[in-house]
């Protein structure tokens, strides 16, 4: 029997509540102050180092812009693939928990 990764999931399901957090700020977008206290009520444990990681993926993969603006806030908007994903109309590639459609 295989053990479950709960670091990766945590990870995931993050990655899957800061596009869902993006999206719903649109088309303004957030600080990760905002971003943070959504991540924290369902992580309470959740930091900001743990949200900067994840971000900076997100922003890797292209779904995300990040703005880390010299106050060393950083802001960050869905890109036009970021905002498909969120809403289910393009496939979503592993490293985000982006439960089945089901409707």
Known sequence: MQAIDHPRL????LRWLILL???NARPVGAFELLVLSVAQ???PD???????????YLHGRELVHVDKQPSGKWFSELTRHGV????????????????????
Do not use: F, H, Q
């Open 46 to 56: 959740a930091t900001a180092l743990e949200l900067r990681r994840e971000l900076d």
């Open 10 to 13: 945590r990870r995931e399901a």
């Open 21 to 23: 957090t993006l999206n």
């Open 41 to 43: 009520s369902e992580y």
């Open 84 to 103: 498909d994903v969120a809403e289910y109309t393009v496939a979503c590639e592993p490293g985000i928990a982006r439960p089945a459609k089901y409707w």
